[in-house]
């Protein structure tokens, strides 16, 4: 399975995270307040920072977010914790600069991801932080429903919550929004 697509709206380009990505994400990532609710606030630091970016570039599936307007790296995410076992995958590690914050951006960068994982398996899981507040209210308003941490197919949930979107509850917002 390709868990390191190219996909695009208008609004948003995701595409595989490569190395060149390095300087244009640490700037996006080098604001404190993209993650002064995250369970590590310190990634806004450089060291910090580098140990994030190459445990995205070794997952096989990390995707760069770009402004297609201007080509700049504004976040990533990633597909990680694929389980045909349960028909799972993960999405999560997303971040956006904060001058693309406020909605729009974050729902065209999920449902892409989203429309491309149930293409593959029938569940998508997103442990978020469990005092992050701006993205757990994210999740619910993209049709994330909260579920028992140990109820997931996921490896260490301490410190987190975790959300379920099942492909046959899922309306994909860009397509509603064209109607």
Same mark, same amino acid.
């Given at each position: 399975? %390709? ?7 208008? &609004? ?20 404190? %307040? ?23 570039? *070794? ?6 977010? *770009? ?25 999560? +590690? ?10 729009? +951006? ?7 991801? &989203? ?9 998508? +899981?997103? /442990? /978020? ?16 429903? %909260? ?13 987190? /919550? /975790?959300?379920?979107?099942?492909? *046959? ?9 064209? *109607?």
């Amino acid at each position: 399975m %390709l868990w390191q697509p190219t996909l695009a709206s208008d &609004l948003v380009q995701l595409r595989p995270l490569r190395e060149s990505d390095w300087p244009g994400l640490l700037t996006a990532a080098s604001d404190p %307040l993209v993650w002064e609710v995250h369970p590590e606030p310190t990634r806004h630091r450089p060291e910090v920072f580098a140990k994030f970016f190459a445990g995205g570039l *070794e997952s096989q599936g990390a995707l760069a977010i *770009e402004d297609p307007r201007t080509g700049a790296v504004i976040g990533s995410s990633r597909y990680t914790s694929h389980r045909e076992d349960t028909s799972s995958v993960e999405i999560g +590690y997303t971040f956006l600069e904060r001058a693309y914050w406020g909605g729009e +951006y974050n729902r065209h960068v999920k449902a892409l991801m &989203l429309r491309h994982a149930f293409t593959h398996v029938d569940s998508v +899981y997103f /442990v /978020v932080g469990e005092h992050n507040v701006r993205s757990r209210r994210a999740m619910e308003k993209i049709g994330g429903v %909260l579920v028992p941490a140990d109820a997931a197919p996921i490896a260490d949930p301490t410190g987190h /919550v /975790v959300f379920r979107i099942a492909r *046959e509850n899922w309306q994909d917002p860009l397509v509603r929004a064209r *109607e």
